[in-house]
């Protein structure tokens, strides 16, 4: 699904508009119909007391239409005009008077503090007050507002977007934003929704419909892309009946170290279960009879070194390589990673040390063969790209480096990112549970495993990406966000396939 920007969204609006020949007023009709539908359907007649703030633009109108349905569907409902400003918008006005008319009377105007009403905890409370169209952060009483309603139990719906957060610009003021409970937003997913700083107000969201121009929406550009169940769908690649190992591919795992080999066992179990046709790992003498006991269908070559990496040499071309989980960061160790990078021809993931020795190496960034993938956690990024702003500051710097060095960036975290060239593509799947050691390690398996069977390095990890996040959400199912281990991320990535494959044949029996 394609995420939009704030000033896209409005002009989708307009084209929509133009091209439906409907007024404004009817589609913020169809997006407060979208609300009140939604939320006729979860309150399904509850007696609760919902107090709708709405602002004066039109997210205000929107709460103004979501206010006038409920009251004429029976619910209790307190409509409150937070008059900012004598700007109200053309549709505002139009809302406030069709409220009227169903109230017989105006709803209550709010013009500082003293206005602010007693809310009990068992409260709903819409938020309407703004919504894409804030252009600077809310101050005065308005701020005070929105931290009285954050001080409050009631439950928060906001409108499109939680009142203070810009769609796609940097927050200025974290004070001044409303912390929703749940947020229903129009049409397409904001930026916003999925960074870290901002992430948090947004809590929970469902987007709306709101039957915007199909024509716009796909044939323009977006700022990034929502990788879902659909998307991922979408790009794997079924085998065919001829196919055989040598099909699938040779992936070489380079990693591990004294007391680390299991980072290495983790990404060549991973590499197996995505389907890699045969993985060899190269270890150093320690973790011979380690891996060759743990995962006895995989190949070993250790490196004449007991305790670390010091020269990588195979005896066949991998058709892909990963390297750097648990590796260390020995002199030697740099020296091979240098030596290994100069190899033509192959797919690289470079992970964990060996993105540390990068960033203390700078040099070899001019080795990294065109189209590697890198997949830093946010401390191996700053490492790697230095510190950032806010976080679009840093989509802004990953993009540039990925852009310079002709590489896929992986930015590891709650959506996880994957930045190429100028293009985002957020991933959704994972949960918290994943926040374990290894789970990294399991990725750079995975991500090897997908371009050894022929995956385009940027393929490779999107899908890569949203399988291992899939393969981590079934095994938190099943255990639990505590007890999850990079192990039982590895043990379900059969269970992710599978559960791809199901929604395959309900999609296709559905049609
Ligand atoms: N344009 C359309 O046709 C549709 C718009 N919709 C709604 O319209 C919203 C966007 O509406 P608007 O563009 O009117 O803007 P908003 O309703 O987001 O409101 C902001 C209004 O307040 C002013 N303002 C911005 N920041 C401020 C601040 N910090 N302090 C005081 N005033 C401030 C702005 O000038 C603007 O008039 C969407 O989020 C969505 O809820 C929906 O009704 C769907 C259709
Ligand atoms: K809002």
Redesign the pocket.
Known sequence: MKIFSAAQL?QA?KITIEKQDIT?EA??ER?GEQVFNWLHTHLDGAPVTIRIFC????????GLVIGRLLIEHGYKVVVYVVN??D?R?KNFLLNYNKIKNVTKDWPILMTSQADFPEISDEDMIVDAI??????????GW?RKLIQYLNANQAFKLS???PSGLYANLPLKDKEAVLKADHTLT?QTAKLCFFLPETAPFVSNFNILE?GLDLDFIKNTEPIAQLISKPEAQAFYQPRNKFDHKGTFGHVLIVGGSYGKIGAAVLSTSAAFKIGAGMVTAFVPECGYSILQSTIPEAMVITDKEEKFISNIETDFKPSAIAIGMGLGKNKATVAALKKVLQLKDIPFVIDADALNIISENKSLLDFLPSNSILTPHPGELKRLIGTWKNDYDKLKKAKKFSEKHQVVLIIKGAYTITVYENKLYINTSGNPGMGTAGSGDALSGVIAGLLSQGYDPLLASVFGVYMHGSAGDIATGQLGFEAVMAGDIVENISEAYLELFSREEAHEQSQ
Request: proline share 3%; aromatic share 8%; glycine share 18%.
């Open positions: 409005s609006d404004s589609l913020m997006a602002g004066i633009g039109n997210n205000g109108g929107d900012f400003s700007k918008s703004f919504g894409i169209g804030l252009n600077r952060s809310p101050e308005v409108v499109d977007i129009f709101i």
